[in-house]
């Protein structure tokens, strides 16, 4: 969890406004893992921030923040100078400065509300129209699906299941293969080759789903035997991107 926006977020916020707290200082207290909440001291007792400045930073906040800033940034820059870069570079550009930026940490933002994805996705849709010079209220389906693009839901997962792909074949850190196992049965099933994972029931839907571990099989499980049984990591890239592609943009 990054904290370098606290300082600006409580800056925000206009102090004179809060009337009884004249000496006043903030702590950040842990309740439970990934979830820290704001707590403000008055007359050496603390309170808890109410109504206008209240908020719970989670585990996906300080990542978010950094890329929204980050990526329009950069966007604006690139924007300025595409009349001086060929198609090509303005896509490698595009690719270095902010298609990393929505990437950057994002298999950690499996499971965040609709509101969040489709932040990112817009940026992913402005750096798409200063490639391809596409005026504003054009639609812009069409147009990720010529430069081939995966629409920000699909790259989070495509992150997560190459991560699961390495974890089965023992490609990726111990702490991370001990997370998935094959499923197993006693009897002879025609689902014994297919190479399943164990799904681990959570106990926090809103906590529990979005930890690897179950988020990884969870996904896992959904695709085709042919990408699970993929003979080599470049070969498993190759299908898993144009699975997505055709699930992302499949009666749009």
Request: hydrophobic letters at 40%; one cysteine or more; proline letters at 4%.
């Amino acid at each position: 969890m990054c904290f370098g926006h606290l300082s600006h977020l409580l800056g925000y916020f206009s102090w004179e406004r809060l009337p009884g707290y004249s000496n006043r200082t903030v702590e950040s207290r842990s309740l439970r893992p990934g979830v820290v909440n704001f707590w403000i001291q008055q007359s050496d007792s603390y309170q808890p921030l109410h109504g206008t400045i209240h908020f719970v930073a989670d585990r996906t906040f300080g990542i978010l923040m950094g890329q929204y800033r980050a990526a329009y940034y950069h966007l604006k820059n690139i924007h300025c100078l595409k009349a001086s870069l060929t198609q090509e570079s303005l896509v490698t550009v595009v690719h270095a400065f902010v298609t990393s930026r929505i990437d950057y940490c994002n298999s950690l933002l499996y499971g965040i509300s609709d509101y969040n994805i489709n932040r990112l996705q817009r940026i992913q849709n402005s750096a798409a129209r200063i490639v391809t010079n596409t005026r504003k209220y054009d639609h812009i389906t069409p147009i990720l699906q010529k430069l081939h693009w995966l629409p920000v839901r699909q790259r989070i997962h495509f992150k997560i299941l190459l991560i699961t792909y390495k974890s089965i074949n023992d490609m990726a850190p111990e702490y991370l293969c001990e997370l998935v196992s094959i499923r197993k049965s006693s009897r002879k099933l025609r689902s014994s080759s297919q190479i399943l994972l164990q799904v681990p029931v959570s106990r926090l839907k809103s906590y529990g789903d979005c930890a690897f571990s179950v988020a990884a099989p969870t996904l896992w499980n959904k695709l085709p035997a042919n990408i699970r049984n993929a003979s080599s990591l470049g070969n498993f890239k190759s299908l898993l991107k144009t699975h997505l592609f055709k699930v992302a943009f499949t009666d749009k």
